[in-house]
Every structure is written in structure tokens, then in C-alpha cells.
């Protein structure tokens, strides 16, 4: 009794008071409340804020998922509604930057301008009414999320009765959110590695003109633009891709099939890679509708189904894939000695002239004032020109790019996403994600109580074979292919041979459909951390499938090793059981360490470098990322100096190079002798010595949580590809703890173990490693994050007796 009455308490602090509470909100569309609720649900929230959302039917299950987000995560919603509108502008200014924390940055104008003429097109209008377009279950979802939503808001009494300090009284929110307004987020976030990687590209590109001709030499009678005379930076050209090996948006997911557990049973892994904070932070719930649906697990803020986690019978989790879902389309322009204009360009149907969209922007001028801002867009049948000389795709005299994007026409996210809930096994798990056809940037990994363990890559893929792409790729589309994989097509035949193809298993036209996308069920294990479809286990070699969507017979990283290697080296003792599984997330070991420390060669190089003082500590690491670790610090900086990969795909500071045929193990080998090798280690000890960083430093004193309203937690995990940890954590744009080494605002998430037990048995331990709140006055904004830094679990509860059994607080909503 005494253990509950501080989290009855955080939770009327939240305004859950434990008794029933009856809600009356006007309908999604606006009018009088009906006299009989067209949304009722039941939210029952356990320890750490976990919702728990029953209703009759998918619209009220929507209703209680946007009213149990909007309690933890209002901020944000309105944000993302905000975007969605096209009216970042209008409140908070045109010259400020919007940053997700993953893809899409840009000033909010640029944004407002992409979003305003996304409107003034109604491509998700007309994306609603199509094909490619979404459900009744799922709009029904949506339309009870966005309800769901506004009757929090006007049940706390609007905006100035927010406790979170970072939009407490914000003037653009309002308790109007429509279905639509979630529609307009959910085809933002599908953009993010396509379209909205590019927003500024798009927004600035303008036609060459004399003063401006878009390159340094024009070359004569040239059509398309020449390829570059020496091949590009790989790391730079797949940084502006949206790709950065440097800062990169992933995942690990590991799936035991029942040969290798101790259960004969199916057991998942999954760690999304993620931000903890913006429209990319995950919240937890489940949703049941009894006798028809239940699933649990974490949605990202703003979607009304579970994303990852799982049912009775399967449980899966997502890393994002390397497939592009786009491809740029170059354009031969019409010359201007034949009457051409910068504008205009040649197809096989004839000269056409560039769409030019005249786009109005309301802006907030200095004084609070508001005017208009009109910006222009290019767009061709394909979609729109891009100005981005570091892709190469420049806007010259001769040619310009356009980009298509898979994503950019398809709804079906949250279909794809809600029929997964009902999935009986991984094989159904994966034919309910192939019907729905919108499984948007990501891998998926899965496991199932009989026992098989799944991988594929079944995303939204442009149908760009390779045989395709040979035939119409330009100069530059063949150094971009070369370099980064990415086909560009000769746009002039973008409606004949040089379409995308149309797949008959497909969900629709444009896109593969699973024949030729990569899979595979095992009984033994399979995982992903963001490398390539190739390698799902190291007995398995996935090939012959279109360059666009991966590399085959390519390094893997020192992350996707780890992770092979915790599952090798636990089956080297045993079998693997569900303890076995969860100690995975916290070993922390470090493999880039593990392998270097071979033959002592990072001790070698140290003493090389005059390492002094840090020479011992790394003698005596550990070669763990753990809190009471030290000498982590050292190797962190070391590697990310390394000599960066060639455009092979190999580093130089490896005397045993790649082998495709022992890819676990290699590269290794560290050139101990290597100059560039040892200035990296002189220039990582300068560096912290400079930071008055101690050498022998226990890790949990450097890393801490860096996100909104964290104290400085000590944390575990640390650098992931380029140092090999799988429990990969970053700082990026901390917002508090910055006086710290490295206040950790990214990376592990919403780590789930789920295994299945004899007799329907389920063992589901999760972290929120964030919290499930993101208002720093609550008591569930850092709980979860203090466990994750002592390497603890919740035991996320799924029955009902369990669910009884945690309870904190029961409402009825309605609306």
C-alpha cells in the first residue's frame, strides 16, 4: 500500500486521478458534442507511466491513445501539428531552425514552404482517396487520435495549464488538432529519408544565371553534366545523402530461434537508435480491444499504433534499413540558341516547361506582426528539383535533378503498422506488412512462440533493378551509383524506359514487391544493426537483389559485429535463455577495442604517440563502456580520428583487410606502425588533456543524460559503429548537463526483450530509457532513465492480472 501511494500521487499531479472520469469534447470535425459519446475508452496507467488503452472498437482506441500521449507528450504533438500546418512561421518566426533530431532541418520558412505547397497540391487529400491511401480502421485510428488529443487539452483547461515549461502557453496550441493534421505528420516522418532530407535543397533551388550558372566551367555542347574528374569523399557524399557513417539513425535487433534457447521458444532483442527527444522520441502503450486486438510496445510521438513490440504470439522491432526511397532524375535542358529557357527540358513526349509553384507563407515579423512571404518550387512530373552540389545534383545551364520518392506516394504506415498487431507468427507478421505497403525506411526482425526467427528488409523501395539503372543512369548518376549506390536516371525518358517497374506482388505500382526484396525465417537466429540485407547470420548470405536497396559482399561495422558476436559467443557455453537474452542490452563490451587490443597493438600505438599517462590506463581497460570503466574516453576519441574508409569501402589502419567470406572477423588487425594511426592517438590524448579530461576517469562520470530536464545520470553504452558498442549513445544537441564530456541525448530507446514461454507464457522486460514523460515536472521524465544507467529492467505488464497488479490510476474518457 505504502509503495503505491507516491505514484497515485504523480499521477493526480498529471490529472489521472484513479477514479472513473467522464470527458464530453466536441467531434474531431468541430461541431456540438453529441448527446451519446462517439469515442470511450479506458486508460489504465501502471508503474512508470505505462498506458494501457482498452475500448470497443478502433476509433476510440485511437481517442484513449491520443489522450494518454497528449499527457506525456504535448509539447511535441502540438509541434508536430504545427509542422504539419505549415506554420512554424506564423508563430515562432521564419528564421529559426527546425531540427527533428534525425533528417529534416531547416529554417522554419524553408520547412513552411515545403509543408504550405504539400497543402496547396492536397497531397494527402488525394493520397486519402487513392490506392496508396489508408483504411477506414486506420483512419478511424487517426480520427480518435487527433479527438483523443484536443479532449486532454481542454480537460487540463488549454494551453496555459500545461506543466511542461517548453510550451506552457504557447499560442498555437489549441484544442483543434484534426485527423487530418496527424495525416499531414505521419507523410512528414515517412519523408525523412527522401524528400525531407532535402528541404533545403528544394527550397533554394533557383535557375542558373549568367551571375549564377550553378558550376565553376560549363563544358561545351555538353547536355548532361560531365562526371567530376576525381571521384568524391565517400563519407561526405553519403553525408549529404542523408547517411552519415558518422552520425547515423539506427538500430540493433537480434531474433533467437527456439534451436537456440532454452525455452524451444522464439525470444527478440530490439534497441532502436534513437532520439530522446522531438518527433522521433518513442512513448509506450497497449491497445486492446477485447477479444480482437491486443498489442503492446512503443509508438513515436504522434502515431496511434505500436511501432515495435509485441502480441501473444510474435514480437518484432525495426533498425532502419539502407535502401534509398528515392531516386534523382537529371534533366537535359532545352539550350537557349534553340528558343530554350532555363526552365524548360526535354522528354520523349516533347519540351516541357518546369511547374513553378508560387508559394505564401505567413511569417511573424520582429515586432509580432504578421506578413506574407512568397517563395518559389520547381517541379516536374517526377517531383521536385533539387539545387545540391554536395550530391553533385546541380542546377547548371544544360541539366538540373528532380528527385521521386517512394514515400512521398503512399498513406499506408499506419495500416501496415496496426495489421502487424494481429500477426499469429513471423511468416504472417511479415504477409500482413507486405499487403499494407508501407513499411516506410526500416528492417524488420521478429520472433514467434513457435520458434522462427525473422529478417527482411520488405520497405518501400523504388523498382529500380539493376539492369534498369545500367540503361539510364547519366555521368553523374553512374559516380553517384559507383560511390554511394544511388542510380540517377536520365529524366528526358522518366515516363518511358526509364520508369520505375511495377511489380505484381507489389501494393502498388513503383515500388518491389516482396519477390524481389530480401527475407529470410530461420530456426537458429537472425539480426540486423543497420548494414545491409546481405549478412542476417553468419551462415546465411543474402544476394542477388537490386543495388538500390544494399550492398552485398561489403564490410560490416564493428556495431553489427558485436552484435553477431554476443549471440556466437553465448552459443559458444549454451543454449540461450531470456536472461542470457536481456544481458545482451548491458554487457557493454566494445569490439572496435576487443579487436584493436589484439596482440597489444592499441597499447603500442599509445606508446608510440607518447601517450604518457593514458598508455597504462588503456593497458588496464577493461574494453567495457560501463560506468565504472575507464580508459572508454581514450579509445572514443582515437577512433573517430582514424583515417577515414575508402571509397572501396575498406580502412587503411587494418593490416588484415575485408574478406567476404569471413566477414565476422574481418577487418582486424591494427597497423600499430601506421603514421596516421599514431597522430590519431597524439591528437585523442591532446584533445583531453585540453578538456582537462582525466586519462583514468570512470566512465559514468563522462557520459551522463543530457536530455531536457535530466540530472546527470551516469550511463553505460557509448560511440556505436565506429567503436563497436551495441548500446550506442550520443550526444547531440544536449539541452542540459553541457558541461559535461558527453550528455547523452540520442541513441538506445526503447530496448525490449520479449520471450515466449511454455503454456502462453510471456517474459517482457522493456526500458524507456528517457522516461515516458517528456515534461520535466514529472516523475516519469527520468525514472526509466535511472534504471537504464543501473543496467535495470520494467516488467512491462501485458495480462490483465498484471496489469491489475501495477495499476496507478484508471480513467474512462470520452468524447
Given at each position: 500500500?505504502?509503495?503505491?501511494?507516491?505514484?497515485?500521487a504523480?499521477a493526480?499531479?498529471l490529472?489521472l486521478?484513479?477514479a472513473?472520469?467522464s470527458v464530453?469534447?466536441p467531434s474531431?470535425?468541430?461541431?456540438?458534442a453529441?448527446?451519446?459519446?462517439?469515442?470511450?475508452a479506458?486508460?489504465?496507467?501502471?508503474?512508470?507511466g505505462?498506458p494501457?488503452?482498452?475500448?470497443?472498437d478502433?476509433?476510440?482506441l485511437?481517442?484513449?491513445?491520443?489522450y494518454?500521449?497528449?499527457?506525456?507528450?504535448?509539447?511535441?504533438?502540438?509541434d508536430?501539428?504545427?509542422?504539419g500546418?505549415?506554420?512554424?512561421?506564423r508563430?515562432?518566426?521564419?528564421?529559426a531552425?527546425?531540427?527533428?533530431?534525425?533528417s529534416?532541418?531547416?529554417?522554419?520558412?524553408?520547412?513552411?514552404?515545403?509543408v504550405?505547397d504539400?497543402?496547396?497540391?492536397?497531397?494527402?487529400?488525394?493520397l486519402?482517396?487513392?490506392?496508396?491511401?489508408p483504411?477506414?480502421?486506420a483512419?478511424?485510428?487517426?480520427?480518435?487520435?487527433?479527438?483523443?488529443?484536443?479532449a486532454?487539452l481542454?480537460?487540463?483547461?488549454?494551453?496555459s495549464?500545461i506543466t511542461?515549461p517548453?510550451?506552457r502557453?504557447?499560442?498555437?496550441i489549441?484544442?483543434n488538432a484534426?485527423?487530418l493534421?496527424i495525416?499531414y505528420?505521419?507523410y512528414l516522418?515517412?519523408l525523412?529519408?527522401?524528400?525531407?532530407h532535402?528541404?533545403p535543397?528544394?527550397?533554394s533551388?533557383?535557375p542558373?544565371?549568367?551571375s549564377?550558372?550553378?558550376?565553376p566551367?560549363?563544358?561545351?555542347?555538353a547536355?548532361?553534366?560531365?562526371?567530376p574528374r576525381q571521384l568524391?569523399?565517400?563519407?561526405?557524399?553519403?553525408a549529404?545523402?542523408?547517411?552519415?557513417?558518422?552520425?547515423?539513425?539506427?538500430s540493433?535487433?537480434?531474433a533467437?530461434?527456439?534451436?537456440d534457447t532454452?525455452?524451444?521458444r522464439?525470444?527478440?532483442?530490439?534497441?532502436p537508435?534513437?532520439p530522446w527527444?522531438?518527433r522521433?522520441?518513442?512513448t509506450?502503450?497497449q491497445?486492446?480491444i477485447?477479444g480482437?486486438y491486443?498489442?503492446?510496445?512503443a509508438?513515436?510521438?504522434?502515431s496511434p499504433?505500436?511501432?515495435?513490440?509485441?502480441?501473444k504470439?510474435?514480437a518484432?522491432s525495426h533498425?532502419v534499413?539502407t535502401a534509398?526511397r528515392f531516386?534523382?532524375?537529371?534533366?537535359q535542358t532545352?539550350?537557349?540558341?534553340l528558343?530554350?529557357?532555363p526552365?524548360s527540358?526535354l522528354?520523349?513526349?516533347?519540351?516541357?516547361q518546369l511547374?513553378?509553384?508560387?508559394?505564401?507563407?505567413?511569417?511573424?515579423?520582429?515586432?509580432?506582426?504578421?506578413?506574407t512571404?512568397?517563395k518559389?518550387?520547381y517541379?516536374?512530373d517526377q517531383?521536385?528539383?533539387?539545387d545540391d552540389?554536395?550530391?553533385?545534383?546541380?542546377?547548371t545551364p544544360?541539366?538540373?535533378?528532380?528527385?521521386?520518392?517512394?514515400?512521398?506516394?503512399q498513406l499506408?504506415?499506419?495500416?501496415t503498422?496496426?495489421?502487424?498487431?494481429?500477426?499469429?507468427?513471423?511468416r504472417d507478421?511479415l504477409a500482413?506488412q507486405?499487403?499494407g505497403g508501407?513499411?516506410?525506411w526500416v528492417?524488420t526482425?521478429?520472433?514467434d512462440r513457435a520458434?522462427?526467427?525473422?529478417?527482411?528488409?520488405?520497405s518501400?523501395?523504388?523498382?529500380?533493378?539493376?539492369?534498369v539503372a545500367?540503361?539510364?543512369?547519366?555521368?553523374?548518376g553512374?559516380?553517384l551509383?559507383?560511390?554511394a549506390g544511388?542510380?540517377?536516371?536520365d529524366?528526358?525518358?522518366?515516363?518511358?524506359d526509364c520508369?520505375?517497374?511495377?511489380?505484381?506482388?507489389?501494393q502498388r505500382?513503383?515500388?518491389?514487391?516482396?519477390?524481389?526484396?530480401?527475407?529470410?525465417v530461420r530456426r537458429d537466429w537472425?539480426?540486423?544493426?543497420n548494414?545491409?540485407?546481405?549478412?542476417?547470420?553468419p551462415?546465411?548470405?543474402?544476394?542477388?537483389?537490386?543495388?538500390?536497396?544494399?550492398?552485398?559482399k561489403?564490410?560490416?561495422?564493428l556495431?553489427?559485429?558485436?552484435v553477431d558476436h554476443?549471440?556466437?559467443?553465448?552459443l559458444a557455453t549454451?543454449?540461450?535463455?531470456p536472461?542470457t537474452l536481456r544481458?545482451?542490452?548491458h554487457?557493454n563490451?566494445?569490439?572496435g577495442?576487443?579487436?584493436?587490443s589484439?596482440?597489444?597493438?592499441l597499447?603500442?600505438v599509445?606508446e608510440a604517440?607518447d601517450?604518457?599517462?593514458a598508455c597504462p590506463?588503456?593497458?588496464?581497460?577493461?574494453?567495457?563502456s560501463?560506468?565504472?570503466?575507464?580508459?572508454?574516453?581514450?579509445f572514443e576519441?582515437f577512433v573517430?580520428?582514424?583515417?577515414?574508409?575508402s571509397?572501396?569501402g575498406t580502412?587503411?589502419?587494418w593490416?588484415?583487410?575485408?574478406d567476404?567470406n569471413d566477414?565476422?572477423?574481418?577487418p582486424?588487425?591494427?597497423d600499430?606502425?601506421?603514421?596516421?594511426v599514431i597522430?590519431?592517438?597524439?591528437?585523442?590524448?591532446a584533445y583531453?588533456?585540453?578538456k582537462?579530461v582525466?586519462m583514468?576517469?570512470?566512465?559514468g562520470?563522462?557520459q551522463v543524460a543530457?536530455?531536457?530536464?535530466?540530472?546527470p545520470?551516469p550511463l553505460?553504452?557509448?560511440?556505436?559503429?565506429?567503436?563497436?558498442n551495441?548500446n550506442?549513445?550520443a550526444?547531440?544537441?544536449?539541452v542540459?548537463?553541457s558541461?559535461?564530456?558527453k550528455?547523452i541525448t540520442?541513441?538506445?530507446s526503447h530496448i525490449?526483450?520479449i520471450?515466449f514461454l511454455d503454456?502462453g507464457?510471456l517474459d517482457t522486460k522493456?526500458?524507456?530509457t528517457?522516461?515516458?514523460?517528456?515534461?520535466?515536472?514529472?516523475?516519469w521524465s527520468?525514472?526509466?532513465t535511472?534504471l537504464?544507467?543501473?543496467?535495470q529492467?520494467?516488467s512491462?505488464?501485458?495480462t490483465?492480472?498484471?496489469?491489475?497488479?501495477q495499476?496507478?490510476?484508471k480513467?474512462?474518457v470520452t468524447g
Amino acid at each position: 500500500m505504502s509503495t503505491k501511494r507516491p505514484l497515485i500521487a504523480a499521477a493526480l499531479t498529471l490529472g489521472l486521478a484513479p477514479a472513473l472520469l467522464s470527458v464530453v469534447v466536441p467531434s474531431v470535425t468541430g461541431g456540438a458534442a453529441a448527446a451519446t459519446p462517439t469515442y470511450q475508452a479506458t486508460i489504465t496507467r501502471t508503474q512508470h507511466g505505462i498506458p494501457h488503452i482498452t475500448a470497443r472498437d478502433f476509433g476510440s482506441l485511437g481517442f484513449g491513445s491520443g489522450y494518454a500521449a497528449a499527457g506525456t507528450s504535448i509539447c511535441t504533438l502540438a509541434d508536430t501539428v504545427l509542422t504539419g500546418r505549415g506554420e512554424r512561421s506564423r508563430y515562432l518566426g521564419p528564421s529559426a531552425t527546425y531540427d527533428d533530431q534525425v533528417s529534416m532541418t531547416g529554417t522554419n520558412l524553408q520547412i513552411d514552404t515545403l509543408v504550405t505547397d504539400l497543402h496547396d497540391r492536397k497531397v494527402v487529400e488525394k493520397l486519402l482517396a487513392s490506392k496508396a491511401g489508408p483504411s477506414a480502421q486506420a483512419r478511424q485510428m487517426v480520427d480518435g487520435y487527433a479527438a483523443g488529443v484536443n479532449a486532454w487539452l481542454k480537460k487540463v483547461g488549454g494551453a496555459s495549464k500545461i506543466t511542461d515549461p517548453s510550451c506552457r502557453g504557447a499560442a498555437y496550441i489549441k484544442p483543434n488538432a484534426t485527423g487530418l493534421d496527424i495525416w499531414y505528420g505521419v507523410y512528414l516522418a515517412n519523408l525523412i529519408a527522401s524528400t525531407g532530407h532535402f528541404v533545403p535543397q528544394i527550397t533554394s533551388a533557383t535557375p542558373p544565371s549568367a551571375s549564377d550558372p550553378g558550376i565553376p566551367q560549363l563544358p561545351v555542347n555538353a547536355s548532361f553534366q560531365q562526371a567530376p574528374r576525381q571521384l568524391p569523399d565517400k563519407d561526405k557524399l553519403m553525408a549529404a545523402l542523408g547517411k552519415d557513417p558518422h552520425s547515423p539513425f539506427g538500430s540493433n535487433a537480434t531474433a533467437i530461434g527456439g534451436d537456440d534457447t532454452t525455452t524451444g521458444r522464439g525470444e527478440l532483442l530490439g534497441n532502436p537508435h534513437f532520439p530522446w527527444r522531438g518527433r522521433y522520441r518513442f512513448t509506450q502503450q497497449q491497445l486492446t480491444i477485447p477479444g480482437q486486438y491486443d498489442v503492446a510496445g512503443a509508438s513515436l510521438i504522434g502515431s496511434p499504433v505500436v511501432n515495435i513490440g509485441w502480441n501473444k504470439d510474435v514480437a518484432w522491432s525495426h533498425t532502419v534499413s539502407t535502401a534509398y526511397r528515392f531516386t534523382p532524375y537529371e534533366y537535359q535542358t532545352l539550350p537557349t540558341s534553340l528558343g530554350g529557357t532555363p526552365t524548360s527540358y526535354l522528354t520523349t513526349d516533347g519540351v516541357k516547361q518546369l511547374d513553378k509553384r508560387d508559394v505564401h507563407v505567413t511569417v511573424k515579423n520582429a515586432d509580432g506582426s504578421l506578413s506574407t512571404v512568397t517563395k518559389n518550387l520547381y517541379r516536374t512530373d517526377q517531383g521536385y528539383v533539387v539545387d545540391d552540389p554536395d550530391t553533385l545534383m546541380n542546377w547548371t545551364p544544360t541539366s538540373f535533378f528532380a528527385i521521386r520518392d517512394a514515400n512521398g506516394e503512399q498513406l499506408r504506415t499506419i495500416d501496415t503498422f496496426l495489421d502487424m498487431g494481429r500477426a499469429t507468427g513471423v511468416r504472417d507478421l511479415l504477409a500482413r506488412q507486405d499487403k499494407g505497403g508501407g513499411m516506410p525506411w526500416v528492417n524488420t526482425t521478429a520472433a514467434d512462440r513457435a520458434g522462427n526467427a525473422l529478417y527482411a528488409d520488405h520497405s518501400v523501395v523504388p523498382n529500380v533493378s539493376n539492369a534498369v539503372a545500367q540503361k539510364c543512369m547519366t555521368p553523374i548518376g553512374r559516380v553517384l551509383f559507383q560511390v554511394a549506390g544511388l542510380p540517377a536516371l536520365d529524366g528526358t525518358r522518366a515516363t518511358s524506359d526509364c520508369s520505375w517497374g511495377t511489380d505484381s506482388d507489389a501494393q502498388r505500382p513503383g515500388i518491389f514487391g516482396p519477390k524481389n526484396l530480401p527475407a529470410t525465417v530461420r530456426r537458429d537466429w537472425t539480426m540486423n544493426a543497420n548494414d545491409s540485407y546481405w549478412l542476417p547470420n553468419p551462415a546465411q548470405k543474402l544476394e542477388g537483389y537490386a543495388r538500390i536497396i544494399g550492398c552485398e559482399k561489403c564490410q560490416r561495422t564493428l556495431r553489427t559485429r558485436m552484435v553477431d558476436h554476443y549471440v556466437i559467443d553465448a552459443l559458444a557455453t549454451g543454449k540461450i535463455s531470456p536472461t542470457t537474452l536481456r544481458g545482451f542490452e548491458h554487457q557493454n563490451r566494445v569490439m572496435g577495442a576487443e579487436v584493436m587490443s589484439q596482440n597489444d597493438d592499441l597499447v603500442k600505438v599509445c606508446e608510440a604517440a607518447d601517450g604518457g599517462d593514458a598508455c597504462p590506463v588503456l593497458a588496464a581497460w577493461d574494453k567495457h563502456s560501463n560506468i565504472d570503466s575507464r580508459g572508454n574516453q581514450i579509445f572514443e576519441e582515437f577512433v573517430t580520428r582514424l583515417p577515414t574508409v575508402s571509397l572501396l569501402g575498406t580502412e587503411a589502419y587494418w593490416q588484415v583487410p575485408f574478406d567476404p567470406n569471413d566477414p565476422v572477423n574481418t577487418p582486424r588487425d591494427l597497423d600499430e606502425n601506421n603514421p596516421q594511426v599514431i597522430q590519431a592517438m597524439k591528437d585523442a590524448i591532446a584533445y583531453l588533456r585540453n578538456k582537462f579530461v582525466p586519462m583514468n576517469a570512470t566512465w559514468g562520470s563522462l557520459q551522463v543524460a543530457g536530455d531536457t530536464g535530466a540530472p546527470p545520470i551516469p550511463l553505460g553504452g557509448g560511440l556505436g559503429d565506429e567503436a563497436g558498442n551495441a548500446n550506442a549513445l550520443a550526444s547531440r544537441n544536449p539541452v542540459t548537463n553541457s558541461a559535461k564530456y558527453k550528455p547523452i541525448t540520442y541513441g538506445s530507446s526503447h530496448i525490449q526483450a520479449i520471450s515466449f514461454l511454455d503454456n502462453g507464457g510471456l517474459d517482457t522486460k522493456t526500458i524507456l530509457t528517457y522516461g515516458q514523460s517528456e515534461d520535466p515536472t514529472s516523475p516519469w521524465s527520468k525514472d526509466q532513465t535511472e534504471l537504464f544507467g543501473k543496467k535495470q529492467w520494467v516488467s512491462f505488464p501485458f495480462t490483465p492480472a498484471q496489469i491489475s497488479s501495477q495499476q496507478i490510476s484508471k480513467q474512462t474518457v470520452t468524447g
